[in-house]
């Protein structure tokens, strides 16, 4: 059976703060890119899809051009958006994960670490998209920061439900030891 100790709990929080500023830093830098460079990226992975389904489909692929920020269809439009609005809610989750790691390991559990991760979460989201605002091509929407705040609640239940599984399983160990 392994014990955390008082140092290396220290290193693991330092270790998790510095995971979840370094986070921050990925979310921030992917909101100040400009928007066409913001669409092409996810017009890459439209065009990664519609590659992949074309070969499963067994249609080869006449021109492999590079894919274009404008999207080929309206369904092209639609899978772009259900990427970008995922990616929204993926970076959120993260974050509460991050964030809930750094509050259970400085001791912060129950009701005010569930306020605490909220309130990073939500204040960094909306704090995101008022930086977005500034940034060409770029636009700050409510929605988006429902979308954000939304991934954040589901990594926060992640979080919980691995946490207190993993500490159950813990706490039954240890009194089978005893």
């Known amino acids: 059976m392994y ?3 008082k140092v290396d709990g ?4 330092k270790l ?4 979840c500023l370094l986070w921050m830093g990925f979310i921030f830098y992917n909101s100040s890119r400009p928007g066409l460079v913001s669409n092409s990226r996810s017009y ?3 065009e990664s899809i519609r590659n ?3 070969a499963l489909e067994g249609k080869k692929n006449i021109a492999k051009a590079k894919p274009s920020v404008l999207p080929n269809s309206s369904k092209d439009e639609k899978i772009n958006l ?4 995922n990616a929204h809610a993926f970076e959120y989750c993260m974050l509460a994960i991050f964030s809930s790691n750094i509050l259970f390991l400085s001791g912060v559990k129950g009701k005010n670490a569930l306020i605490y991760i909220m309130f990073i979460c939500l204040l960094f989201a909306v704090t995101d998209e008022y ?7 770029r636009s700050s929407l409510v929605s988006d920061v429902l979308i954000d705040f939304a991934g954040s609640l589901i990594g926060l239940g992640i979080f919980y439900l691995g946490y207190y599984n993993i500490y ?11």
């Open 52 to 54: 992949d389904r074309n």
């Open 82 to 85: 259900i990427i970008r609005k």
């Open 131 to 137: 930086h977005q605002m500034f940034v060409v091509g």
């Open 44 to 46: 890459k992975i439209v």
């Open 10 to 13: 220290g290193i693991l929080k």
């Open 16 to 19: 998790s703060i510095v995971l």
């Open 168 to 178: 159950d399983k813990y706490l039954i160990k240890k009194k089978e030891i005893v």
């Open 3 to 5: 014990l955390i100790t």
